[in-house]
């Protein structure tokens, strides 16, 4: 089982929906959990950091699930500049290493 | 804040020869800097973890003789591709690991596309 496993996608939306993805992981101990946005070609963005009492920046709501092992990310009425491939990152309990998931892709469309 | 820089952003060498990537981080201090590859359409698979003053770590499979690191200063570090081939044509990047408000965040340079050819 991978560390952090997240639905592929790509998930293809009209602007100004609601879009959500999942992302579960395996070590129970883990302790912070991260959403990264990647653009083509580009290095990883630090979203933002999901805490255990859900938080919100702006259209992005970000929850963990610590009994059932998963992280989400909600984004409200999708942009077309939104359109990236989204990483759900844990910090696992050894060190100051991240595991990263493998990506969800979302497309934006008019 | 926490802006990291990577140099070169391209390169393209011949295979057999040496290729030194820098990683700095502009405007603060990082104990631990990562160092990633990417493989088109892939997740970053982390290679080394680099620690000011000490050897790096590296990860399972990774060959510390063909990919030298060298943390010699809070603020950066190196890593030299020995004996390129095609085969190590890729993106890297890497990290430089700051305490933020929810534990260890990392901010990544913008990385490096090694082509060999």
């Known amino acids: 089982r991978k560390e952090v496993e997240q639905d592929p996608g790509p998930f293809n939306v009209p602007e100004g929906a609601t879009v959500a993805f999942n992302c579960t992981y395996s070590?129970?101990?883990?302790?912070?959990f991260f959403w990264y946005r990647q653009d083509c070609r580009k290095e990883p963005k630090l979203l933002m950091s999901?805490?255990?009492s859900g938080n919100e920046d702006g259209r992005f709501t970000a929850q963990l699930n610590r009994a059932s092992q998963y992280i989400s990310l909600l984004i409200r009425d999708s942009k077309l500049s939104d359109s990236a491939t989204y990483l759900c990152?844990?910090?696992?309990?050894?060190?100051?290493?991240?595991?990263f998931g493998a990506g969800t892709i979302l497309r934006v469309k008019s | 804040g926490a802006v990291v820089s990577q140099h070169p952003s391209r390169v393209i060498c011949k295979s057999g020869t040496s290729v030194k990537i820098e990683c700095r981080s502009l405007?603060?201090?990082?104990?631990?800097m990562f160092w990633y590859r990417q493989f088109p359409k892939k997740s970053l698979m982390l290679m080394a973890t680099?620690?000011?003053?000490?050897?790096?770590?590296?990860e399972q499979g990774v060959e510390k003789d063909k990919f030298l690191i060298n943390h010699a200063s809070l603020t950066l570090s190196t890593l030299t591709v020995t004996s390129a081939h095609p085969e190590d044509s890729s993106f890297y990047i890497c990290?430089?690991?700051?305490?933020?408000?929810?534990?260890?965040?990392?901010?990544f340079g913008p990385g490096t596309r090694l082509t060999v050819t």
């Open positions: 680099s620690n000011e003053g000490s050897k790096a770590t590296y």
């Open positions: 405007d603060f201090q990082a104990t631990t």
């Open positions: 990152v844990v910090n696992p309990e050894y060190g100051n290493k991240l595991v």
């Open positions: 990290s430089a690991s700051s305490i933020g408000t929810s534990g260890y965040e990392q901010y």
């Open positions: 999901v805490y255990s």
């Open positions: 070590n129970s101990a883990s302790q912070s």
